[in-house]
């Protein structure tokens, strides 16, 4: 079955970097479509960046310039490289498959305090 884990969240003070990991199986990851997204507590969740198969690459506005996405299909895992990180990443993190359904790891908290 389709597993997505996450990895590499936690505490980190402002204008620092966490970079997170998702380790995919189930399903052909070279062929697919994968994203991060961010859920900020009392928020609704939101598009953080994706990265196609192709390695057509889409960031946020908010996060453009201090995110990176990539992806190793030797790993089968994606990453989120984050940068200048500010209270306002705080957040948990989940990497997705677009598979149709769309599939979802466990989440991983990031947290910038004020």
């Known amino acids: 079955q389709v597993q997505l884990m996450e990895s590499g969240g936690g505490l980190v003070q402002p204008g620092g970097s966490l970079r997170l990991s998702c380790a995919a199986s189930?399903?052909?990851?070279?062929?697919?479509?994968m994203a991060w997204y961010c859920q900020a507590p009392g928020k609704e969740g939101e598009l953080v960046a994706s990265?196609?198969?192709?390695?057509?690459?889409y960031h946020t506005n908010s996060v453009k310039g201090r995110f990176t996405i990539s992806r190793d299909n030797a790993r089968n895992s994606v990453y989120l490289q984050m940068d200048s990180l500010g209270p306002e990443d705080t957040a948990v993190y989940y990497c997705?498959?677009?598979?149709?359904?769309?599939?979802w790891g466990q989440g991983t908290q990031v947290t910038v305090p004020s």
């Open positions: 997705s498959a677009r598979l149709f359904p769309q599939y």
């Open positions: 189930g399903f052909i990851f070279s062929k697919s479509t």
């Open positions: 990265i196609t198969s192709s390695g057509i690459i």
